[in-house]
Nanobody, 127 residues
Framework: QVQLVESGGGLVQTGGSLRLSCAVS????????MAWFRQAPGKDREFVAA????????LDADSVKGRFAISRDGATNTVYLQMNSLKPEDTAVYYC????????????????????WGQGTQVTVSS
């Protein structure tokens, strides 16, 4: 059974930084394409960033370009989201998502394409 466990959320001031982690277990991590999504109160869950399983291609939402960076570490089966220059509008519950694929280049921002989800971690940015 695949499990995704997020950590690293918290309260930070505007302009601050946080690094979210998502530990993956249960299947071969190297064959998972990974992504981060977020959901603010009263809003739909939205795409933040994605990375293919070979780690050589990433996608970022326009709202986080230049501020957030997704990465992965095969040695620890972990995907990260480094968040810099945080803004109050980044406040949300952040979710890690995974898709098992045999295509090393596969990557997508579409929420319906991901099969596995973590429980979420809260990020709050104060003004």
């Amino acid at each position: 059974q695949v499990q995704l466990v997020e950590s690293g959320g918290g309260l930070v001031q505007t302009g601050g930084s946080l690094r979210l982690s998502c530990a993956v277990s249960g299947r071969t991590f190297s064959m998972f394409a990974m992504a981060w999504f977020r959901q603010a109160p009263g809003k739909d869950r939205e795409f933040v960033a994605a990375i293919n399983w070979s780690g050589d291609n990433t996608l970022d939402a326009d709202s986080v370009k230049g501020r957030f960076a997704i990465s992965r570490d095969g040695a620890t089966n972990t995907v990260y989201l480094q968040m810099n220059s945080l803004k109050p509008e980044d406040t949300a519950v952040y979710y890690c998502a995974a898709r098992l694929t045999y295509d090393s280049s596969w990557i997508t921002p579409h929420i319906e394409s991901y099969d596995y989800w973590g429980q979420g971690t809260q990020v709050t940015v104060s003004s």
